[in-house]
């Protein structure tokens, strides 16, 4: 028996001993007691067996008489007058228990025990049963506890200041606020609301052109306006997938043991991405991923997105199956964690072993979804390599239909393509490097996406990839004039620069959501006939349980379930010729599910706030914590599910109310008496996540790809070569390849989510080595130079307007007067320094600009969200 | 700046963390150093009881090394030679018959303790040493094994036992990383072996070089400047500095903030400090020459493969082996090298022979070391692999995988010198007495360390977790002294 095995035998086999009374005990027998066995049980098994014990292991006290007629979990450790019955002496002798673990007592003290039972067990202690009685879980009591209840519908309470709030939610909030005699403190000025804004909804800073416009924006709707414009574009997707993708443990990889590549992960991220910009209903969502593919779709695209969506299911860490009899009960253990804990906020995994210890989930709940999973045959490809498991992909496929109008649309985007080049070549000075950096990845790209295109044309013979191509040809040899620009560009046109900028800004915009679709679209016409990671039904049967958690030891068959305390109403109705995911998929999303609606906006509020309303934002069970507004909590999951399901309209409505709108100032009173701002007095100060971090980065340098990187750039590698992925690339992060145990450099050091296991909360960690990252690493050496060159082409600017452009552009705000002479004393003193190694004036120039670049992107103000 | 000051979140964060009673020490810990308001989370934490070992140098012998062939003495195994192996249970991989090891043992020490010949060096430390041959893990593959040696848990991503140690009770060197490993393997879960897991990444190993590498040119990622002068770089940072305290003068009160600025500080300080703990070049030559580096010590006999890196001769383990010294020296908490690779189903003899000759000499040097340098009785030692070998043969020169029973030694920090705890049946199949599982191993560990494995605990998704998981895991107070 495995080491885990031997402590669940204590923990399984519950039996109750009924206790016989106690005859009269002689002197003789006590007296035996006290000098050979109370001594030898003090000193042996008090430790982990009495009531001195901080949990008694295996329910078993041995320091009153009662505890231990009673025994443990696994009977009674005194028969008097039975040695074979007792187990106490089985376990002496190390037969089914080994006690002492630590070694076996000399001979002659277990005759001694063996004597005394055979004595009658003559013992004069007295003791209390009360604590010793084995747990029962009891789900109807377990439905008293607060997560488990149906969110209930509470009006608005009352304020004092009635001005103040916007929305009910901010009543709600004000009335914690000023029930706990606090203040709520100003609002956010307008330049650190839109920086927030920004962030929050899409991970990027706001240009300058783009802040001075809000800022020129008197009308009452501006706020709202730009919330809608920002929900509405490609980048919040990208920012708001990331974070369903931290909770759903996606990777690239499988990490563990055999590091084997997943190389069809990517469309699973790539169809998160689509499913938060297209705002499906979130109910859908999480349909979708546990049993997309039981769902009715129509052929083609439809049915493809919802193959990819169960790749959800698929992407787990595996161990290694080899000589692990386990192997496919750990894939299951790994499918119920991350479902239960990512929708639910539900420890379920606890059960594998045991009833759950603190909420009321018994082992048989456990093996009633484990029956789900048994039943399902999860498809991850894998191998590589011998002893390596692997398995099966899913194929997907793609239809005529669905060609006929991407090549019409692909068609479109380029005609509109070439528009917007011609307008931006009258309006932009030359081109500069970085233009003609991006021209040139986007002329490789396009190659390789008519490289592949025709090897598909000429094998398919398909009329309307070769429309498909042509298109993309045209593209090609228009990019690769303005790569290699031979006509002499005319001087900029005369006018008003900043209008003339912020055409150039919409415009830019513009091209880069045409190139976005251009280039999606061009992926899925390659991609659509490729194979996905996810699952299938399996053979369908209900599962044993596992006794102890071990596969080879098997317990009573159970139906398959759910959980039953987290369901209101009738119990769920299985057909029994399906896996059950279906079921299980409807279970979570049905209206009346205490959890789901509850988890989601819970996660919504702490991704605006940095903190949930249950800050345990993972585990809505006993051990979590509880709600610190929980009125407001269920009015938010009310709304959700009223407003069907839309994640975007409940971002916008909360980024509206007032509460989200507030500075965040510090103040002195307040924070003596709420010093983390439980009660939301201020807007929580936050870092920037280590995406919105690299991309802030390559987006105020200018280097920044917005273009989707087409299928995965995971490098190729043998399982025993794990690369290190450079974390260069001027695509957003979400695109960078994510391999378990190898993250890039730029997300792993600033409190990426480990992808191996579900992260719901991101630490915030202050490691010296992102300090030498900000002052070594080749990409912020690289970023700080591209900066520099981006201020030193302005062209006839001074260097105190340079100076106040650098901050405009990286901290969205002016200098001080002082902080402006720091700078320019600063590039000076650089400058000075470097004539022993810079040989040219403007080498030296760029350098020392390059220095005072990074200093900003350095600084913690960069990384700081007021 | 205006507006007092108030320390407590960073502490309220911290005793978020460190949980299970802990926290109040680590808060008095905290309150004693009341001139800073920001605590670093790598500052030394006051243990559970008083420690026998301060930190920790674990020679990882990656690819599980013989126990029958180094440290675990089988007289029976040499008499029996041939004969098939008697119930050899459910691992095919013991059946076959037995194959007696190439090489004598001989008693060493006023203990008297039996160490095979391939081990001349270390054996001149027997009585310092605490064999045990009674360890056994669960899975008699690489990967889990070497992931459940390193972080308890080969099922899923757990922190490793060094992230753990950090976590518990931080660095005594705050110019330094807390946590070192040179020379790690890139496979069986590669960094997973030093990750922190769920624990904050500040608590995670730092690697230096990579396996089968030469660890004289392995380079740390962005530990120098290459664009600018350290003056220049210091000019640069007071600008960053500058910018920091800026925005802190604006916020009023952020712990966070503070900590920003103080990590730069450190970072700063790192840039020489880490290269210089590193550098090998101002020991003295008969140092050098007592760790077997630059050619003075000897080389691999004509045959054996040039493995772990350094040509085959002593010079590349002599070089971790120092380092480790250098690390511990310089308060480095938790330090792990690696040697590799010991996977010997053919070859035993060449390759476990040029393996011995590679790492015998620095390691005895290592222990002479610390120990003329005061540094051994609060350094715990440990050697071994993630499992042993069958006394079966495979083939007639080889010998396959053994979870069952393999042995391991310790040294120095609180474990009794010159004892054999447990052992293995007659021919080193199997543990039979006192068998220790790893998790046992690593609630040892923590105990030297002074900290208590059942109360090192952290709040993860739900639950406490410990490093040494549910099942009941046991100090082994047989091998404390």
């Keep these: ?866 | 700046m205006t507006g007092q000051r108030f320390p407590f979140m960073s502490r309220r964060e911290m005793l978020k963390t460190v949980s299970g009673g802990f926290g109040y020490l680590a808060l008095a810990g905290l309150c004693a150093e009341a001139s800073a308001d920001y605590q670093n989370p790598l500052a030394p934490k006051a243990p559970h009881f008083t420690p026998q070992a301060k930190r920790v140098i674990y020679i990882c012998m990656r690819g599980g090394p013989s126990h029958v062939d180094t440290f675990d003495y089988k007289p029976a195994l040499a008499k029996d030679d041939g004969k098939t192996v008697p119930e050899a249970g459910r691992d095919d991989r013991n059946r076959g018959n037995l194959l007696r090891s190439p090489w004598k043992f001989n008693q060493h020490g006023q203990s008297g303790q039996w160490i095979s010949e391939v081990y001349p060096h270390v054996a001149q430390h027997a009585d310092d040493m605490c064999i045990i041959n009674s360890l056994w893990t669960d899975v008699p593959n690489h990967p889990q094994s070497f992931l459940m040696m390193h972080t308890g848990e080969f099922r899923f991503a757990r922190p490793s036992v060094g992230s753990w140690v950090l976590y518990g009770l931080g660095s005594e060197n705050s110019n330094l990383p807390g946590f070192i490993t040179i020379s790690p393997p890139v496979n069986l879960g590669g960094a997973q072996n030093y990750s922190s897991g769920f624990l904050p990444a500040i608590y995670q190993g730092t690697s230096i070089g990579r396996e089968g590498g030469s660890v004289a040119s392995a380079a740390i990622g962005n530990i120098q400047p290459k664009h600018l002068s350290p003056e220049l770089q210091r000019e640069q940072l007071d600008m960053i500095q500058s910018l920091n305290r800026d925005l802190l003068d604006r916020k009023e009160v952020n712990i966070e903030l503070e900590g920003i600025i103080q990590s730069y500080e450190l970072a700063f300080r790192m840039q020489s400090a880490l290269p210089e703990v590193l550098d090998l070049s101002k020991e003295s030559a008969s140092t050098l020459q007592m760790y077997g580096i630059n050619g003075s010590g000897p080389r691999a006999a004509a045959g054996g493969k040039k493995e772990g890196g350094g040509g085959g001769g002593t010079d590349n383990f002599g070089r971790q082996c120092l380092m480790a010294r250098r690390l511990a020296e310089a308060g480095v908490r938790y330090i792990e090298i690696c040697h590799s690779n010991w996977d010997h189903h053919n070859g035993l003899k060449e390759r476990l022979g040029g393996n011995a000759l590679q790492t015998d000499q620095p390691i005895g040097a290592l222990l002479t070391d610390l120990k003329q340098r005061g540094l051994l009785k609060d350094t715990l030692v440990m050697w071994g692999g993630e499992f042993g070998r069958t006394p079966a043969g495979q083939g007639t020169n080889g010998r396959n995988h053994n979870s069952a029973g393999f042995s391991m030694w310790l040294a120095g920090g609180g474990v009794k010198g010159g004892l054999r705890y447990g052992a293995t049946d007659e021919y080193g199949k199997a543990a039979v007495a006192n068998k220790m599982h790893p998790h046992d191993l690593h609630a040892t560990i923590l105990h030297l360390l002074g900290l208590d494995h059942e109360q090192l605990s952290y709040y993860y998704g739900g639950r406490e977790y410990k490093l040494t998981g549910v099942g009941g895991a046991r100090v082994v107070e047989g091998i404390v002294a």
Excluded at chain 1, 137 to 162: C, L, T, Y
Excluded at chain 1, 244 to 270: C, H, I, K, M
Excluded at chain 1, 399 to 413: F, M, P, V
Excluded at chain 1, 753 to 774: C, E, F, K, M, N
């Design chain 1, 1 to 866: 028996m495995s080491h885990r095995a031997l402590f669940y035998a204590f923990c399984v086999c519950v039996v109750f001993a009924s206790l016989s009374a106690a005859a009269e005990p002689d002197p003789k027998g006590i007296e035996f007691f006290e000098k050979n066995i109370r001594p030898v049980l003090a000193k042996n098994c008090f430790k982990c067996h009495s009531a001195e014990a901080k949990s008694p292991k295996g329910g078993l006290l041995l320091d009153t008489l009662a505890g231990m007629r009673q025994g443990g979990e696994s009977g009674p450790a005194v028969v008097p007058g039975s040695v074979e019955d007792s187990l106490l002496i089985s376990a002496l002798r190390h037969n089914d228990f080994k006690m002492p673990p630590s070694g076996k007592l000399p001979d002659n003290v277990i005759a001694d025990f063996v004597k005394w039972i055979e004595m009658g067990a003559p013992d004069p202690r007295g003791g209390d049963l009360a604590d010793v009685q084995p747990r029962k879980v009891d789900i109807a009591k377990g439905r008293e506890f607060w997560s488990f209840q149906p969110p209930q519908q509470v009006p608005a309470p009352q304020v004092i200041d009635k001005s103040w709030p916007r929305d009910d939610i901010d009543r709600f909030v004000l009335a914690k606020v000023e029930a706990q005699g606090l203040k709520p403190v100003r609002d956010a000025d307008r330049v650190a609301l839109i920086r927030r804004v920004y962030f929050d909804l899409i991970g990027l800073p706001p240009s300058p052109a783009e802040v001075d416009a809000f800022l020129s924006d008197n009308s009452p709707k501006a706020l709202e306006s730009l919330i809608d414009r920002l929900l509405d574009s490609p980048q919040f997707g990208e920012r708001w997938g990331r974070h369903w993708l931290d909770v759903a443990r996606f990777a690239e990889s499988n990490g563990n043991a055999d590091n084997t590549p997943f190389p069809q992960a990517w469309r699973y991220r790539d169809y998160v991405i689509a499913s938060f910009n297209n705002d499906k209903p979130y109910d859908r969502f999480l349909m979708e991923q546990l049993a997309g593919d039981l769902l009715p779709a129509d052929d083609g695209a439809p049915r493809n997105e919802q193959l990819i969506a169960t790749g959800f299911l698929a992407l787990g860490s595996k161990p290694r199956a080899q000589n692990n009899p386990d192997f496919q009960m750990d894939v299951v253990a790994e499918q119920i964690e991350v479902t239960t804990t990512s929708m639910l906020a539900l420890t379920v995994m606890c059960a594998r072993c045991h009833d759950h210890k603190f909420d009321p989930i018994p082992t048989s709940e456990y093996y009633s979804l484990a029956g789900i999973f048994t039943s399902t045959r999860t498809l991850f490809g894998g191998g590589g390599g011998k002893n390596v498991n692997a398995s099966g992909l899913i194929a997907l496929s793609a239809e005529d239909s669905q060609a006929d109008q991407q090549t019409k649309r692909i068609d479109e985007l380029t005609r509109r393509k070439r528009e917007i080049d011609a307008e931006l070549a009258q309006l932009s000075p030359p081109a500069k490097s970085a233009a003609s950096a991006g021209n040139a990845d986007q002329v490789k790209r396009l190659q390789s996406q008519i490289a592949k295109l025709t090897a598909a044309t000429k094998k398919a013979k398909n009329a309307n990839r070769k429309q498909q191509l042509d298109a993309l040809k045209a593209q090609l040899a228009k990019l690769q004039s303005a790569a290699n620009p031979s006509a002499d560009h005319s001087k900029p046109i005369e006018g008003d620069a900043k209008a003339i900028e912020s055409n150039v800004a919409l415009l830019r915009s513009e091209l880069a959501k045409v190139d976005s679709e251009l280039s999606s679209l061009g992926r899925t016409a390659m991609a659509s006939q490729g194979q996905a990671m996810g699952v299938a039904e399996g053979t369908p049967g209900d599962c044993q349980i596992c006794i102890a958690g071990e596969s080879q030891n098997r317990g009573d068959r159970v139906p398959r379930g759910v959980v039953s305390v987290a369901t209101i109403g009738e119990p769920l109705a299985f057909d029994a010729r399906q896996s059950g995911r279906l079921e299980l998929a409807q279970w979570i999303a049905r209206r009346d599910n205490p959890l789901t609606a509850r988890v989601m906006v819970n996660r919504i509020w702490q991704y605006l706030f940095g903190r949930g309303l249950v800050p345990s934002v993972d585990n809505f069970g006993a051990l979590g914590e509880k709600p610190s507004h929980p009125e407001l909590l269920d009015h938010l999951a009310l709304r959700f599910v009223a407003e069907g399901w839309s994640v975007k309209q409940m971002i916008r409505t909360i980024m509206l109310t007032r509460t989200y709108g507030l500075s965040s100032d510090h103040d002195v009173v307040n924070y003596g008496r709420d010093p983390d701002n439980v009660w939301l007095w201020r807007m929580n100060p936050r870092r920037l996540d280590a995406e919105s971090f690299r991309d802030a980065i390559l987006a105020v340098t200018g280097e920044l790809d917005l273009n989707p990187p087409g299928p995965s750039r995971l490098p190729q590698y043998s399982k025993n070569q794990v690369p290190i992925v450079s974390d260069a690339g001027k695509q957003r992060s979400v695109y960078l390849p994510i391999i378990r145990n190898s993250v890039p450099e730029a997300l792993g050091l600033f409190d990426f989510a480990d992808p191996s296991i579900v992260v719901g909360h991101r630490d915030t960690t202050t490691v010296p080595a992102q300090s030498l990252y900000l002052m070594n690493s080749p990409f912020i050496v690289d970023q700080s130079r591209a900066l520099a060159l981006r201020l030193l082409g302005e062209g006839n600017m001074d260097d105190h307007a340079l100076v106040d452009l650098a901050y405009r552009l990286s901290l969205v705000r002016d200098p001080s007067d002082q902080q402006r002479q720091r700078a320019v004393d600063f590039i000076a003193r650089l400058d000075e320094g470097l004539k022993s190694t810079q040989a040219s004036e403007d080498q030296r120039r760029l350098a020392a600009w390059s220095g005072f670049c990074q200093s900003l992107l350095a600084s913690a103000e960069f990384r700081y969200l007021d």
